[in-house]
């Protein structure tokens, strides 16, 4: 019986993401289910970030020249967020931020997801 309903429920499914319209309805209606556990991951790949920035740093030498070189080609992780931007690396001379422009795509929006250190602690 269980089997049945669930086969005839993959099939309505099917059917509707066929309708362009429905399929689009449905994609944004799960966007924000999406973005949320897409925003989970984010905060440990910056973590991660963060710290093979502050060794670097530690080890006398400067912060990356090409910042998505040394993404793609030295940092353990991907290179763009689950949103499928690049990560961005924001220096001052008192410390650093790593980031993520969130769902938006935008930088400095409210969304943004971003790990903050000071240098010299």
Not at 6 to 15: A, D, K, N, P
Not at 33 to 42: I, N, P, R
């Amino acid at each position: 019986m269980f089997g049945k309903l669930f086969l005839i429920i993959l099939v309505v499914l099917g059917v509707m993401m066929a309708v362009p319209s429905t399929r689009a309805m449905m994609e944004d209606r799960a966007r924000p289910v999406a973005d949320g556990l897409k925003a989970k991951l984010v905060p440990r790949r910056l973590e991660v970030m963060a710290d093979q920035l502050e060794v670097r740093v530690g080890r006398g030498e400067s912060f990356p020249n090409n910042w998505e070189g040394w993404l793609r080609r030295d940092f353990s992780g991907a290179p763009e967020d689950p949103w499928g931007t690049m990560y961005y690396l924001q220096t001052t001379r008192s410390g650093f931020t790593v980031g993520s422009n969130g769902p938006d795509g935008k930088q400095n929006t409210d969304d943004d997801i971003k790990v903050e250190r000071r240098l010299g602690r």
